[in-house]
């Protein structure tokens, strides 16, 4: 540094073998360079993954529980009642007005429930029957099947199908934070509340989910008899992160196949053909990469 | 290396920067509009294009518009709307409101335009905004032509090729009675789309039939709305405002604004057309021709383009003349592509009407009669009642006060808002809770002598009470020939007391509309107010009682002596014109009635009032027109609208309808020190009194509890002190007289949320629906509503009971509290009522004299009623999540910023030799000049 580069100066000591000085920094940079570049990369994918990918996914589930369902409808052997295996799928929803049509509600309002479906709060009545049954979705990812729930109109249709029939609900009125909630409803009478998270205000709302929306429905006529109830669930935010013991193992095993496909993958890239490693290496590793993500995303909000 | 060091440094705190605005930015952005009002911009350019393309800029102008309120407008409201960098305007026409002022240069063109501005397509229910979904009002606004082939509209180097044909738009068949019409060499149809999906051309001649527009074309004198479109005047500096109306589906329905159906206000600063008179910009191969098909020629194209180029013949501010303004500048231009492209769009969001209440339900509507002073609360709060759940849909029947006293004493209505108390007190017990606060207003239209619109006006109750007391003979042949108006100034213009208060207003010797004060003609406590003012007041009362003003003007005999207050004002002079007025004026022929009772022409309601203090029209009723009138009715005609530079209208409103259409209200006198007789020359002496929320403020200190009335009223002797001279003499409070027996427990419920909604939630000023709009005074302990909020708490406990208690008005020792009472979930608590009266039974029977008595009458006795009980009412306890709200946000900006970071660490050297090469290249690239249009 204290070298005048003006002047040439004979070196009579040792001479220096290190590397220039700029040449180290500029390694960092590019070094830094890359790992914000994958940074960016990892964000996106998940970004992608969350507003995009995961649609498939619940399509997907949706398809296999429709396929279910249908079959328990026609056998008489959907559930009427407590207990139902959380993750079940327990009734058909249809709200004509907002496109949503033959969604499978699945029991519970985990995050890991609501990823394949709308899920019924345990420790509510089932949908269709005497007293208030609640049904959450996700507004944000995951298909956002309830996305549009807090534009619905007072008056709208809601049709759900269980075990003991169809049932037409009509829509009272829509709720936020500290709004007054509705007299419980009387004796034989029904009601729906559907809830979903929404942003206020700016044009970013879509992907600020920050408050919780609840839509009262009441059911038109003929409530059927409300069957057992289940426990209700133990952590009953929807809008906080729940982090269980479960999920955190299975995205710790999750990211041990990442790792390994990765290790695979560079593996390959290194001593084997790099077309070939592209070819077969690719596809495991965004598998992997998929697979952390959908049980990452459990970790999150059940409503976002 | 220090250099590359900041560099990376630099690039490290911006993504820092962004990563925090993205936290910051979304939780601020939602309120900031709403009720700060909106402001945009847009440069402006005008430029011409040579024949062989060469382009040259004629003028840049950076506009800004501001725009005062955007967000829960209402019908009819006005807006302020403020700009600032336009071009000077010229040949200014006195009203830019009017179809003429279309020919101004450099206007400030303000439309209300329905639908979404949008470069792709209107969402889903909604219509994209264009010039033909903008409101104009008459025939020559929608349809141009010219006797040439070259007008300005057609060298439009941004219009495209099919809008600078020689004939534009026409429609598809033509219908015969335009074939009648001459037709010009070339025309621009501009048809306006109405809401409904008609298409009205307009025309050269819509009268015949050539073609048809819009029924809310007509004008004000067929009971239409004058044009909300403003050609606005912008001063030498660049500077100007204007009061802009905005129009719901209820005003115009053609234009069917409405909270549903978007609409926008949109503004376009006229610039002048960018001309391109060779068609340098038109596709290749694309000629303008004639009508005919036939191209222009050489010398055709070189006339136009000089006509195009043309950039005024009037100067800035200079008045229209005689001459024609130039073509190419002028306002009525403003849908070309021109001058359209840069406009500014802001869009509107009307506040939801009353409309969203179901008209068929299986619960009828509360109805609730009275008070024309809570018009626009009830406009807020009735949206806000039907959509809420946990209270009801009512309705407000707009009637004399006085009508709904006495029918709430009967039976037959459930409730009435009044103000006046009932003479004789109320024959059944009821509570008479405060519910609003707020007054009459004196508004005005007045033009200063130097054409300017007058922001104020000082009116002592003498003046009031020469006005209402056909005191000015308004014409000379009255003066001459009443028996006691002789000596009398004609109006108030030449009123020495009026002068005195209010210097700067020109003398006008033929004006009627400055003889009266517009009122109307039904009961109404508005009047009551207004005249227990003149009443309370020394000098008027005097003056009415036959003492002459300093200047000798005296009451008009048949008004002599009258006993005020009253609540609807009489019409008591007879004096009808001389024969050879009736001989000369053939619609009074007809029907020959008292002179000054046509000029004073009380009106049918606080609308009309509005309407005409809103747009200047006088109510004079004196005109004999023959056009359009079957000769045998021949109806007198009112004066009707006056021109602007010579507006003089004063009339009798609510003070929150002044201020939802932004009328200019009179400050009132309150007292004077001026000795009695004594002439003067100025306001020395004397206190004006604004009505806004000081001077209401101070008349609620005013409010004194009157035991007879059982409510508070205002005490006039009290304006004279210290204390109650900042308070304004108009003020009135309004009562909600609901019954506290002989009701049902659902309708008892009912009355009392009311109540519970009026002392709570309805009290938070705001433009939103539910709120307190603007003119009313908040009834919060601040403002000294202490003692009233005590009882509106053992109202509502009267009212849910049932059992026939009439509330104290002053409640001593511990006071229910509101929250307490309005808790529906528990009995309503005992009441307070007056000392020395046990049950209340004493002074007032407690069964009500209602038409049918018999399951009613023994209500009270009853020992235990069952007490009306509700569900608790319970809050939505919602979850908020800061996760959800910048999760995603925060997200996406760290990875376009450690994106945009990363590639430029990676790439440095990249970026550098790139940024070098484009520098050189730059520096290489000036001087060979030539900027060519993107488009």
Redesign the interface.
């Known amino acids: 540094m204290s070298a005048d580069p003006t002047r040439t100066r004979v070196h009579d000591g040792e001479v220096d073998a290190s590397p220039p000085p700029?040449r180290g920094?500029e390694q960092v940079?590019?070094a830094?360079?890359?790992?914000?570049?994958?940074?960016?990369?990892l964000?996106?994918w998940?970004?992608l993954y969350?507003?995009v990918l995961s649609s498939f996914e619940q399509n997907h589930a949706q398809n296999v529980l429709y396929g279910e369902l249908r079959t328990q409808l026609a056998e008489g052997t959907a559930p009427t009642g407590a207990p139902v295996r959380a993750g079940a799928p327990v009734a058909l929803l249809d709200i004509p007005s907002l496109d949503v049509e033959s969604l499978v509600v699945v029991e519970g309002t985990r995050s890991r429930q609501l990823q394949d479906g709308p899920g019924h709060r345990a420790g509510t009545v089932l949908p269709g029957q005497e007293g208030v049954s609640v049904v959450a979705g996700r507004s944000?990812s995951y298909g956002k099947p309830f996305a549009d729930l807090p534009d619905i109109v007072?008056g709208a249709r809601v049709v759900v199908t269980t075990a003991q029939g169809e049932f037409e609900y009509l829509v009272?009125?829509t709720?936020?934070?500290?709004?007054?909630?509705?007299?419980?409803p009387g004796e034989g009478a029904g009601r729906l509340t559907l809830v979903t998270?929404t942003?206020?205000?700016?044009w970013?709302?879509r992907?600020?989910?920050?408050?919780?929306?609840?839509v009262?429905a009441e059911l038109r006529s003929g409530a059927a008899a409300a069957g057992p109830r289940s426990a209700p669930d133990p952590e009953p935010?929807?809008?906080?992160?729940h982090v269980d013991r479960l999920s955190l193992a299975e995205l710790a095993l999750a990211l041990q196949v990442l790792l390994g496909a990765l290790a695979g993958f560079v593996w390959a890239w290194n001593r084997w053909s790099r077309k070939a490693a592209w070819i077969a290496g690719a596809p495991v590793v965004v598998a992997a990469l998929w697979l952390v993500s959908s049980i990452g995303a459990r970790l999150?909000?059940a409503?976002? | 290396m220090s250099a590359r060091r900041r560099a990376e440094r630099i690039l490290f705190a911006l993504a820092f920067v962004l990563g925090g605005l993205a936290v910051v930015l979304p939780g601020g952005q939602a309120p900031a509009g709403a009720a700060e009002g909106v402001t945009k911009s847009v440069t402006a350019v005008r430029t011409f294009i040579d024949a062989d393309g060469k382009e040259t800029e004629q003028s840049r102008d950076k506009v800004k518009l501001r725009v005062s309120q955007t967000t829960n407008l209402r019908g009819r409201q006005e807006i302020k709307v403020s700009w600032e960098g336009a071009h000077p305007t010229g040949a200014v026409a006195a009203d830019p409101s009017s179809s003429d002022a279309r020919n101004q240069e450099y206007p400030f063109v303000l439309l209300q335009c329905r639908g979404v501005d949008t470069d792709s397509v209107a969402p889903k229910g909604q219509v994209k905004l264009s010039p033909e979904t903008c409101w104009t009002q008459t025939a020559p606004e929608r349809y141009l032509a010219a006797a040439s082939n070259t007008p300005s509209w057609r060298f439009d180097a941004w219009a495209q090729a099919k809008d600078r044909q020689a004939v534009v738009g026409p429609p598809a068949d033509l219908p015969a009675a335009c074939s009648s019409v001459s037709r010009l060499t070339t025309e621009r149809w501009l048809p306006f789309k109405a809401a409904g999906g008609t298409t009205y051309y307009g025309g050269p001649d819509p009268g015949t039939g050539c073609m048809p527009l819009p029924p809310e074309s007509d004008d004000a004198e067929s009971g239409g709305l004058p044009s909300n479109t403003t050609y606005g005047i912008t001063g030498k500096d660049g500077k100007g405002s204007v009061d802009f109306a905005v129009w719901t589906k209820a005003e115009n329905a053609s234009l069917g604004c409405s909270a549903k159906v978007a609409c926008s206000l949109v503004a376009v600063p006229v610039v002048g057309i960018s001309c391109d008179a060779w068609g340098t910009t038109l596709p290749e191969g694309t000629q303008l021709t004639t009508k005919a098909g036939v191209p222009l020629t050489e010398s055709q194209v070189e006339t136009g383009d000089a006509t195009c180029r043309r950039t005024g013949s009037y100067e800035a501010g200079e008045p229209a003349a005689s001459r024609t303004s130039d073509q190419a500048v002028r306002g009525n231009l403003w849908w070309s592509a021109s001058n359209w492209r840069n406009r500014i769009t802001v869009p509107l969001e009307f506040a939801q009407t009353a409309e969203v209440c179901p008209v068929e339900s299986a619960e009828k509507p509360l109805e609730l009669m009275g008070s024309v002073m809570l018009n626009e609360l009830t406009a807020s709060w009735r949206p806000k009642f039907c959509t809420t759940s946990s209270l009801y849909s009512f309705t407000h029947v707009q009637q004399a006060e006085s009508l709904a006293r006495s029918l709430v004493q009967s039976g037959e209505i459930k409730g009435a808002f009044s103000t006046a108390p009932q003479p004789g007190g109320y024959q059944r017990p009821v509570a008479q809770a405060p519910i609003a606060f707020s007054g009459f207003a004196i508004a005005f239209s007045i033009d200063d002598g130097d054409k300017q619109r007058r922001e104020e006006l000082n009116l002592n109750a003498r003046l009031v009470a020469k006005l209402l007391s056909a005191s000015y003979p308004a014409v000379s042949f009255v003066r001459n020939g009443h028996p006691g108006l002789g000596d009398n100034p004609l109006n108030i213009t030449l009123d020495p007391e009026f002068r005195a208060l209010n210097p700067g207003i020109d003398e006008r010797s033929t004006l009627q509309a400055g003889a009266a004060l517009q009122i109307f003609s039904s009961n109404s406590d508005l009047v009551w107010a207004l005249t227990r003012w003149l009443d309370a007041d020394p000098e008027a009362r005097a003056w009415l009682d036959g003492t002459p003003d300093p200047w000798g003007m005296k009451v008009n005999p048949a008004y002599k002596g009258l006993e005020l207050p009253v609540d609807n004002w009489p019409l008591l002079d007879d004096y009808v014109a001389p024969q050879w007025y009736i001989d000369d004026n053939a619609c009074y022929r007809k029907s020959p009635t008292p002179y000054l009772q046509l000029v004073a022409n009380p009106l049918s309601g606080l609308g009309a009032i509005g309407l005409n203090l809103q747009f200047a029209s006088s109510a004079a009723a004196t005109v004999c027109r023959y056009d359009g009138y079957d000769a045998t009715t021949l109806p007198l005609r009112t004066e009707g609208r006056q021109s602007v530079g010579y507006r003089f209208v004063l009339g009798l409103v609510s003070l929150p309808a002044a201020r939802r259409y932004n009328l200019r209200t009179a400050a009132l006198q309150s007292t004077s020190t001026v000795a009695t007789g004594q002439q003067f020359g100025d306001a020395a002496g004397r206190t004006f009194v604004e009505p806004d929320t000081t001077g209401l403020k101070a008349a609620a200190g005013l409010l004194a509890a009157d035991d007879d009335a059982g409510t508070w009223v205002l005490d006039d002797a009290e304006l004279a002190t210290a204390k109650g001279r900042a308070a304004y003499p108009g003020a009135m409070p309004v009562y909600a007289v609901f019954p506290t027996s002989g009701e049902e427990k659902a309708t008892a419920t009912k009355l009392a949320k009311f109540l519970c909604y009026a002392g709570g939630a309805g009290q938070v000023p705001g433009q939103a629906n539910g709120s307190l709009p603007a003119g009313y005074l908040p009834l919060t302990d601040d403002n000294g509503f202490a003692t009233q909020h005590a009882y509106l708490a053992n109202a509502v406990n009267a009212v849910r009971a049932q059992e026939g208690a009439v509330p104290a008005l002053e409640v001593s020792g511990k006071a229910p509290t509101l929250e307490k009472a309005c808790d529906f979930s528990t009995a309503a608590a005992p009441v307070v009522e007056p000392a020395g009266q046990p049950g209340g039974g004493s002074v007032v029977p407690p069964a009500p004299v209602a038409v049918d008595p018999a399951p009613v009458a023994e209500k009270p006795v009853v020992v235990a009623v069952v007490p009306t009980t509700e569900a608790p009412l319970s809050l939505t306890s919602g979850e908020q999540s800061s996760l959800g709200r910048v999760g995603l946000p925060t997200l996406l900006l760290l990875a376009v910023a450690s994106a945009v970071a990363g590639s430029v660490l990676r790439w440095l050297e990249l970026l550098q030799g790139l940024l070098v090469s484009a520098r050189s290249s730059v520096r290489g690239a000036r001087g060979s000049g030539g900027r060519r249009r993107a488009s």
């Open positions: 700029g920094e940079r590019v830094g360079g890359r790992v914000m570049l994958a940074l960016s990369l964000i996106g998940f970004l969350l507003l944000t007072r009272t009125g709720r936020f934070d500290g709004d007054p909630m509705p007299a419980p998270s942003g206020t205000g700016s970013l709302s992907l600020q989910p920050s408050r919780t929306v609840y009262d935010t929807l809008l906080a992160s999150l909000p409503l976002i």
